[in-house]
Nanobody, 125 residues
């Protein structure tokens, strides 16, 4: 069992930055791929970024490449998402998720077993 709690969301102007954190409980955090998803009002949840258990491999949604950076600290059981050059279209509830055992860099929602409750990110123009 893994429990996930996101923090760090808020209101920021376009061009600004935010750093999201996801604190995980459970003994298997360090052995799972992790990811971030987001859901904007009226839209489906979409993949944003994923990272392997060691942090050595990452994968991003095309529109956030070069602006967002996913990272993890296994000693602290924490996942991060550094978001720079934010745009109004980045406005959404952001969720962290823990991937299924055996999936190195999970990219699809069905490859994740555990989800946090989400944190709101609002980017004003």
């Amino acid at each position: 069992q893994v429990q996930l709690v996101e923090s760090g969301g808020g209101l920021v102007q376009a061009g600004g930055s935010l750093r999201l954190s996801c604190a995980a409980s459970g003994r298997t955090f360090g052995s799972r791929g992790m990811g971030w998803f987001r859901q904007a009002p009226g839209k489906e949840r979409e993949f944003v970024a994923a990272i392997s258990w060691s942090g050595g491999r990452t994968y991003y949604k095309e529109s956030v490449k070069g602006r967002f950076t996913i990272s993890r600290d296994n000693a602290k059981n924490t996942l991060y998402l550094q978001m720079n050059s934010l745009r109004p279209e980045d406005t959404a509830v952001y969720y962290c998720a823990a991937g299924r055992d055996g999936v190195p860099v999970p990219k699809y929602a069905y490859e994740y077993d555990y989800w946090g409750q989400g944190t709101q990110v609002t980017v004003s123009s």
